[in-house]
């Protein structure tokens, strides 16, 4: 099985702390959609003729599409990879953009899980973020998706902004869990070089939280969504059983997905492909036929490397004995050695053969995936 990922380049305003891929102009969104059609036709092959598990529509913001807008992609997709053997079909949305008009045609459409960009419950963290919608139309967005029969429902919250203290983020957790949200994927701020926000901090405009602060509102969140019932399957994710989400999983999980549209990234066990970041370069290579995209061969080493960063990420863990037949005996032993250290300190968990961070293990993930990598 396989995933398909369409990267919609568009938002109608940009937020402070945002590095993705997207411009606010929409003149070009009727060309943008025939391209994205003419790279299906174009790379159909890279999935190798794998049937279709997952959709996922992201961006940018793919609410700013319509109706009529996503019946020509789906039909597209559908005559080039097949979509019936479809199980999770996702559109990223922002909540103002989740009008009852909005969200009643959905209901033409083959969607079936709605992720949410909420970011925040808070008036003075959306603002902050320059981010489009209220509390309340978040809240509305919510109640609409369910009264049209979407249940599958994901929202996105950030932590750890300049100020914010560890009651607020409290707070937002409650309305989430209050709202009985099945999935929830939370991100710490990032200082992402290039953006607004970044140069807010390169002004001394505002100021990173204390890591101390960090580290307590990652396990509160922890500590509070796993209290609520929520299962942590993977760092930045949780889910209610049966919600996790399947499209996210198979980055994981070394699936097959191919990505459309400019940033969007493909993988299919050999290569991992980048398409360029660049609206008006990306609608040039596929007028000409030749997409512009940045092609990385991968070798056995980088594969183990990939296999280790992102089973690790998960409640899954590794199998070593996945390692061995994968990767042979050396990759094994090596990853064995790696792990000792960790294993002793209990940062690092071993159930029959399956290594997974521990609760205390998570909170230094990136420092011991690193030292489990081949170098
Ligand atoms: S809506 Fe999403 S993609 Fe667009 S600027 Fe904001 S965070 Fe970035």
């Known amino acids: 099985m396989a995933g398909l990922y369409i990267h919609i380049p568009f938002c109608a305003k940009r937020c402070?702390?945002?590095?993705?891929?997207?411009?606010t102009d929409m003149k070009f969104k009727e060309p943008y959609i025939d391209a994205a059609i003419r790279e299906m036709e174009l790379r159909q092959e890279y999935i190798?003729?794998?049937?279709?598990?997952?959709?996922?529509?992201?961006?940018?913001?793919?609410s700013q599409l319509q109706q009529a807008d996503f019946e020509r992609i789906f039909e597209a997709a559908d005559r080039l990879f097949g979509t019936s053997s479809c199980t999770e079909i996702t559109l990223e949305a922002n909540p103002d953009d989740m009008t009852p008009e909005y969200v009643a045609s959905l209901r033409n459409l083959p969607f079936n899980r709605i992720s949410m960009g909420v970011q925040s419950f808070k008036e003075k963290d959306l603002r902050f973020l320059n981010r489009r919608h209220d509390r309340e139309q978040a809240l509305r967005a919510v109640g609409l998706c369910k009264e049209n029969g979407i249940q599958n429902i994901s929202i996105d919250l950030i932590y750890g902004l300049p100020g914010q203290t560890l009651e607020e983020w409290q707070e937002n957790l409650d309305d989430a869990i209050r709202l009985e949200i099945p999935h929830i994927s939370a991100y710490h701020l990032i200082y992402e070089e290039g953006t607004a926000l970044y140069k807010l901090m390169e002004a001394g405009k505002v100021t990173p939280i204390e890591e101390d602060l960090s580290v307590t509102l990652f396990s509160t969140l922890i500590n509070r969504l796993t209290e609520a019932g929520y299962l942590h399957y993977e760092i930045s994710n949780f889910g209610r059983p049966g919600y996790f989400s399947?499209?996210?999983?198979?980055?994981?999980?070394?699936?097959?997905?191919?990505?459309?549209?400019p940033s969007a990234h493909s993988y299919n066990g050999e290569s991992r492909q980048w398409n360029i970041s660049s609206l008006p370069r990306y609608l040039q290579g596929i007028k000409a036929g030749i997409p512009d995209i940045e092609i990385e061969e991968l070798d056995i080493n980088t594969k183990y490397n990939d296999f280790i960063i992102t089973g690790l990420r998960t409640m899954w863990g590794i199998r070593t004995a996945d390692i061995r037949e994968r990767f042979g005996e050396e990759k094994q032993t090596y990853l064995e050695q790696q792990a000792a250290t960790y294993l002793r300190q209990g940062l690092l968990i071993r159930e029959n053969d399956t290594l997974t961070l521990s609760k205390k293990g998570i909170f230094i993930s990136d420092g011991i995936m690193s030292d489990l990598l081949w170098v």
Not at 48 to 60: A, M, Q, S, V
């Open 48 to 62: 190798g003729g794998e049937p279709l598990d997952t959709i996922y529509f992201g961006g940018g913001t793919p």
């Open 246 to 261: 399947r499209h996210n999983s198979s980055y994981w999980t070394g699936t097959k997905y191919i990505g459309i549209g």
């Open 16 to 23: 402070l702390y945002c590095d993705f891929f997207s411009n």
